[in-house]
């Protein structure tokens, strides 16, 4: 069954530093997301993408953030100058073809960035 | 202000029961709402959709219905099994029915007791 990819697990990185996550989103999905969770708290939406351009943003999603989908098949969020307060977990999903319709989201097993 | 509220935090039932959980949303007026599954550390899992022209939409054991004038959604889990145990979210898209940005309530962590 074609799954949402997402590297690395695991990162821990000093604050002030540049990070990428990585996700492969299942390959004829059209919309891409991600989201973070901080420890115990509820999931949050910080970006979609669609055609090659941002959808919708949250107000978490600031000028620290940007996303890209360089080859047609990663989608990867890059944080410019970590904070402490960015350590979460960071889901990446899709959705597309008759998912598209029910706005179903396909989530992958998350990026955790810890800031020391 | 516009919210997603899931009744409880966590809601602890005996095996073989029906478990409820309910979501309210306030100055929304979503075209279906979603319900998903999530276990500790992993990614939500999509269970069920309902439409606001849908009262009741059922999976098996699961059973959803959506009451737009109460801006209330029920789940349901019937005959409840420990392997339910895990938290349960509720989403929705406030922009409009194109899936552009999917929003989700807290989460009411479910817990079965054999």
């Known amino acids: 069954e074609p799954e949402v990819t997402q590297t690395p697990s695991h990162q821990v990185t000093q604050m002030g530093q540049e990070v990428i996550l990585r996700c492969v989103p299942i390959s004829n999905h059209l919309y891409f997301y991600w989201y973070r969770q901080i420890l115990g708290q509820k999931v949050e939406f910080l970006v979609s993408?669609?055609?090659?351009?941002?959808?919708?943003k949250s107000e978490i999603f600031d000028d620290q953030f940007s996303v890209e989908r360089p080859d047609g098949s990663n989608f990867t969020l890059k944080i410019r100058s970590t904070k402490l307060e960015d350590s979460a977990m960071y889901f990446c999903?899709?959705?597309?073809?008759?998912?598209?319709?029910?706005?179903?989201?396909?989530f992958g097993e998350g990026s955790r960035l810890t800031v020391l | 202000s516009q919210k997603i509220e899931q009744n409880s935090e966590a809601l602890n039932i005996q095996e073989g029961k029906t478990a409820t959980l309910t979501c309210n949303y306030t100055n929304y007026s979503p075209a279906y709402l979603q319900w998903y599954r999530q276990d500790p550390g992993r990614g939500p899992v999509f269970l069920l959709l309902i439409r606001e022209n849908e009262k009741e939409k059922r999976k098996e054991r699961l059973k959803v219905t959506f009451d737009t004038t109460l801006k209330q959604s029920l789940f349901h889990i019937t005959a409840s099994q420990p392997a339910d145990s895990a938290t349960y979210l509720c989403a929705l898209d406030p922009v409009d029915s194109s899936a552009s940005k999917i929003i989700f309530g807290s989460g009411t962590r479910l817990s079965i007791r054999p």
């Open positions: 993408f669609y055609n090659n351009e941002i959808s919708e």
């Open positions: 999903a899709s959705s597309g073809g008759t998912a598209l319709v029910t706005g179903e989201l396909f």
